[in-house]
């Protein structure tokens, strides 16, 4: 039995042996789908070596609906036909896999504005919940970490170094930060 994948082609090569033939003999491999239909591939020989491709046969699989297939390779030599190889293909339709990357865009809620005053006039905390995650000073803070942003320093908290901008706020050098969990 020979593995016949409906959507890739098949080389086949027989080697002949004709005694008493004066001209070159012709060959075909007749496949036989069903009660009606035959598939007959013309094939060359060279040096007694008959070579047949079965071509991609995707576009006749609606015909093929057979699991096995029976074969024969007819070769027509001195006026006559001659049968010397019969096999079945087992018909094997191809697997195919694909993938497809699926990314959903997260819907982001607006940022909450907040509308500080300078940040030197904050005595209190004002308290921002984060969009996205940060780095901030050596600081990991994560999306939904709330931030608590001061203009002196206390303790707990950490002295920005350089402008950094968030969202909607602005944290200025000399600002004093610290993560609430």
């Known amino acids: 039995m020979i593995d016949l994948i409906l959507e890739k082609s098949l080389n086949l090569e027989f080697q002949l042996d004709i005694d008493n033939n004066e001209k070159l003999p012709e060959v075909r491999l007749n496949i036989k789908i069903d009660e009606n239909i035959d598939f007959h591939l013309k094939g060359n020989v060279v040096n007694n070596i008959a070579t047949i491709t079965i071509p991609n046969l995707e576009k006749y699989s609606d015909l093929i609906e057979a699991k096995v297939l029976e074969g024969r390779l007819e ?12 096999d079945t293909f087992s018909v094997i339709k191809e697997v195919k896999v694909s993938a497809a990357v699926k990314v959903e ?18 005595k209190e905390p004002t308290i921002i919940e984060l969009e996205k995650s940060i780095i901030i000073e050596g600081l990991e803070l994560s999306k939904g970490d709330k931030l608590a942003i001061l203009s002196e320093k206390r303790d707990g908290y950490k002295a920005i170094k350089k402008t950094i901008d ?16």
């Open 105 to 122: 865009k997260s819907i982001k809620a607006k940022p909450m504005k907040v509308n500080l005053k300078k940040v030197e006039e904050l």
């Open 166 to 181: 968030i969202d909607d706020i602005r944290l200025e050098k000399g600002d004093y930060v610290k993560v609430i969990k």
């Open 75 to 86: 070769v027509f030599a001195d006026g006559r036909v001659f049968y010397p190889w019969e």
